[in-house]
Nanobody
Framework: VQLQASGGGLVQAGGSLRLSCAAS????????LGWFRQAPGKEREFVAA???????YYADFVKGRFTISRDNALNTVYLQMNSLKPEDTAVYYC????????????????????WGRGTLVTVSS
């Protein structure tokens, strides 16, 4: 599976962006998908995940602001980000877990076996 994230850019605080992660090589329909981010000088952290069953998971700091979704026809997963804050500035990465597990911790980056290149999101104050 090859993943390509896009949609990052510069936005003012309070604004919105939609990140896309397009997959090639395999269909994403039966995979668990996740978004992580890494801010300058910080470790990579979990943002959101969409388990292959359809269940969604969010980090507390994005609940109510971010939404993860997928379009099976386009083989793409999205991260809609609203009410952006300067602290959301980071490189955002998408990832896929192909195991179809129902018990893996989706907030751990070791859960995922495929990663895309990141896309930079910069939120100005």
């Amino acid at each position: 599976v090859q993943l390509q994230a896009s949609g990052g850019g510069l936005v003012q605080a309070g604004g919105s962006l939609r990140l896309s992660c397009a997959a090639s090589g395999r269909t994403l329909t039966s995979y668990t998908l996740g978004w992580f981010r890494q801010a300058p000088g910080k470790e990579r952290e979990f943002v959101a995940a969409l388990r292959w069953t359809g269940t969604t998971y969010y980090a507390d700091f994005v609940k109510g602001r971010f939404t993860i979704s997928r379009d099976n026809a386009l083989n793409t997963v999205y991260l809609q980000m609203n009410s952006l804050k300067p602290e959301d500035t980071a490189v955002y990465y998408c990832a896929a877990d192909t195991s179809r597990s129902n018990i893996k911790n989706l907030s751990w980056d070791i859960t995922y076996d495929y990663w895309g290149r990141g896309t930079l999101v910069t939120v100005s104050s």
